[in-house]
């Protein structure tokens, strides 16, 4: 059993992964939180103190590190006796991580794919760019490495998995969608890193259909979906990080992503996309320093975790998925909704990031007890959905599931039969 979780980040996904290890920490043991600012890291220490969220009397630290200096994150794993990693810093620094903990044994969990900064959209699949390329190194080593356990990429997965499982024979397509209905109460701001948000939607849309890459632009292709609790819901096809890992492993011919956008949202996104300032590229002003027009925008934007206290309304994310069952067509939608004033509450965080942050919490709290210690890379797909979703549903992430029989609540606590007899 893996005991002591190392944190690295401390945004507003960081505090919700810090304070749901916490109310686990009997599972977890010691929790450590590192970032280049430790007083970001003290500050959420103190929230947990705040809230009482700590279930047992083990360490709760915080740490100053450079996730980029391999050796440095070596020698904080080795010092704090950290078996597990959950990274959720920037996607930058996921090759970085993941190096450390091969090298030191401990397994690693993240919640979005690797970026390069230089680099916007790469050639699909998008994992086989970076993280693919080091699975021989993780399986030789014998080393878990759980790639986009945040919800999407993560969950979704974990629908995409138990719908193949237990209510398809075959699957024509799964269509993931991501709908935000809540509002923040401020002009203009993006729920995660402005940096990591807009490089997210400035490159070629891609998408699995007919099993070949397609590409689009962006808000290029529009759809509206009837969804539960947020009701009609515009959305665009989107590039996302778990249609490059389905599309590989789950044998569909269709897999795409949709989020929702406001007009308000696009039209000031067209904006600043139309002048340049979503560039990454340096320029040079007129007094000859040199700037980035992303981290300017970036640094003149709200911090995505100053939203949650006035942040209300919910979020409604999921799988639609057909196929056929018993040769008859079927559509199942899977999916879970968050509240975000709920998680606020409870964590200090937006809805946003607690719906990324407590999986990872569920997955690192898989591998402690062996269920997901794969000793290799995977993808959340490759393992057992179910002991996912049922610890999710007691960490405050229950899933629903609405087909031809109606909308209701997916109870997991028994293995299906035609499981339980294998």
């Keep these: 059993m893996k005991k002591n979780v190392l944190i690295i980040g401390a945004g507003g996904v960081a505090q919700v992964v810090a304070h749901k290890c916490a109310q686990n920490n009997d599972v977890l043991g010691d929790i450590h939180i590192a970032s280049r600012t430790v007083e970001k890291c003290r500050s959420i220490i103190d929230s947990i103190r705040d809230k009482k969220s700590?279930?047992?009397?083990?360490?709760?630290?915080?740490?100053a590190v450079d996730a980029l200096d391999v050796e440095a994150l070596k020698a904080l794993i080795e010092r704090t006796q950290s078996q597990i990693v959950i990274n959720v810093g920037s996607a930058f620094v996921n090759m970085s991580v993941l190096s450390a903990c091969v090298a030191t044994g401990a397994a690693y969990i993240d919640t979005a794919i690797h970026e390069d900064p230089a680099k916007?959209?790469?050639?699909?699949?998008?994992?086989?760019?970076?993280?693919?390329?080091?699975?021989?190194?993780?399986?030789?080593?014998?080393?878990?490495?759980?790639?986009?356990?945040?919800f999407d990429p993560g969950v979704v997965n974990a629908y995409a998995a138990l719908a193949r499982d237990e209510y398809f024979d075959e699957i024509e397509s799964i269509d993931i969608v991501d709908v935000n209905a809540g509002s923040h109460g401020r002009y203009f701001a993006t729920n995660f890193d402005p940096e990591i948000n807009f490089r997210e939607f400035t490159g070629t849309v891609w998408s699995w259909q007919d099993k070949n890459w397609v590409s689009n632009k962006m808000f290029e292709v529009r759809k509206e979906w009837q969804l539960p609790v947020v009701g009609t819901s515009t959305t665009y096809l989107t590039g996302h990080d778990e249609v490059h890992s389905l599309s590989r492993h789950l044998g569909v011919p269709n897999v795409r992503f949709w989020m929702g956008f406001g007009d308000h949202y696009i039209n000031v996104f067209t904006v600043l996309k139309n002048l340049g300032l979503l560039s990454e590229q340096p320029v040079t002003t007129a007094e000859?320093?040199?700037?980035?027009?992303?981290?300017?925008?970036?640094?003149?934007?709200?911090?995505?975790?100053s939203l949650a206290p006035?942040?209300?309304?919910?979020?409604?994310?999921?799988?639609?998925?057909?196929?056929?069952?018993?040769?008859?067509l079927r559509e199942v939608f899977i999916y879970n909704v968050a509240d975000h004033a709920e998680a606020y509450a409870e964590v200090g965080s937006q809805g946003i990031s607690y719906t990324a942050g407590v999986p990872a919490v569920a997955a690192a709290m898989l591998v402690a007890t062996g269920e997901w210690d794969a000793k290799t890379m995977v993808n959340v797909e490759q393992l057992p959905p179910r002991p996912f979703l049922r610890l999710l549903d007691t960490l405050g992430l229950p899933t629903r599931i609405k087909d031809e029989t109606g909308d209701r609540p997916l109870i997991l606590?028994?293995?299906p039969a035609a499981l339980a007899a294998e």
Excluded: F, M
Aim: hydrophobic share 35%; glycine share 12%; aromatic share 6%.
């Design 54 to 63: 700590l279930k047992t009397n083990k360490a709760l630290e915080a740490h």
């Design 120 to 150: 916007i959209c790469e050639t699909p699949p998008w994992y086989g760019n970076y993280e693919w390329k080091r699975i021989e190194e993780c399986r030789e080593a014998g080393v878990t490495a759980i790639l986009g356990a945040g």
């Design 288 to 305: 000859g320093q040199q700037v980035v027009p992303l981290k300017v925008v970036k640094a003149v934007l709200p911090d995505p975790a």
């Design 310 to 328: 006035t942040y209300s309304g919910k979020t409604c994310i999921g799988d639609v998925v057909i196929g056929t069952k018993d040769g008859k």
């Design 413 to 415: 606590t028994e293995e």
